[in-house]
């Protein structure tokens, strides 16, 4: 959210020129970097506790029942929040620098840390059965 005010402002003074590069820029850090960030990490933990009263109405009872914090699959949270992370970092530069090859590179990243997220998800939701 920082980066993507800075980028606001910066783009506010540019010459006419170098605004496009700026304000694809800028608007991938306010959507990718901002919403889409912020739905990816929330939706696991919406997951695990809609699973947890799933299965606590089902069983009326918490015992063998994990804590909703506990029902994903740490390895899997630990890959996407780096790949997610690095790809942003990597898609930022490269769209600012026009990098081809970059912007390639940062969305399988990007795609690569969403499929580890479903991977953790699929995890969640797998103690619904």
Not at 8 to 19: F, H, K, T
Not at 30 to 42: C, E, H, K, P
Not at 68 to 80: E, H, L, T, V, W
């Amino acid at each position: 959210l920082i980066t993507s005010a800075i980028f606001g402002i910066i783009l506010l003074y540019l010459v006419p020129e170098q605004r496009m590069r700026f304000a694809s820029t800028y608007g991938f850090i306010a959507l990718v970097n901002g919403m889409s960030q912020i739905i990816v990490g929330m939706r696991p933990k919406l997951l695990s506790i809609f699973t947890w009263y799933h299965v606590f109405t089902d069983q009326k009872s918490t015992e063998n029942l994990p804590r909703p914090i506990d029902m994903g699959n740490r390895k899997f949270q630990g890959a996407s929040f780096v790949l997610w992370t690095i790809g942003t970092i990597t898609f930022t530069a490269s769209l600012l620098t026009s990098s081809r090859s970059g912007i390639l590179l940062s969305s399988i990243l990007l795609a690569t840390g969403l499929m580890f997220t479903l991977l953790n998800e699929r995890t969640i939701l797998k103690r619904m059965i």
